[in-house]
């Protein structure tokens, strides 16, 4: 039997150590934002739903279009268009266009 929990739009989360309002954390194939500050070992939330402003590579050729598929690179902490062979995780799909020296793209998550 299967039981509706909640619409889905955010999920628990209990960081090991203290996550910031606005990180980034990845989980598996799942990337949540912090909406507000997570103490260590405490229980809070991760945004994995709605449209977020992600940082970004400003170099050339890192512009796109709306509509463009945005993946999360947690090495750099920044999205990128590139899967890097899946160790990049999909964060969405871009709803605005952005330039090569824009420092955010606005991503609508969707996973």
Request: with cysteine; hydrophobic share 35%; glycine share 10%.
């Amino acid at each position: 039997m299967t039981t509706f929990v909640h619409e889905g739009n955010t999920i628990d989360y209990t960081p090991g150590s203290a996550v910031a309002a606005g990180d980034v954390v990845v989980q598996g194939e799942l990337v949540g934002v912090a909406p507000r500050a997570i103490a260590a070992n405490e229980l809070g939330s991760l945004a994995v739903s709605g449209v977020f402003d992600f940082p970004k590579d400003t170099s050339t050729g890192s512009g796109s279009t709306a509509g463009t598929v945005y993946y999360w690179d947690k090495a750099a902490e920044v999205a990128t268009t590139d899967s890097d062979s899946g160790n990049n995780k999909l964060i969405g799909k871009s709803v605005a266009d952005c330039d090569d020296a824009d420092e955010t793209v606005r991503v609508r998550m969707d996973q």
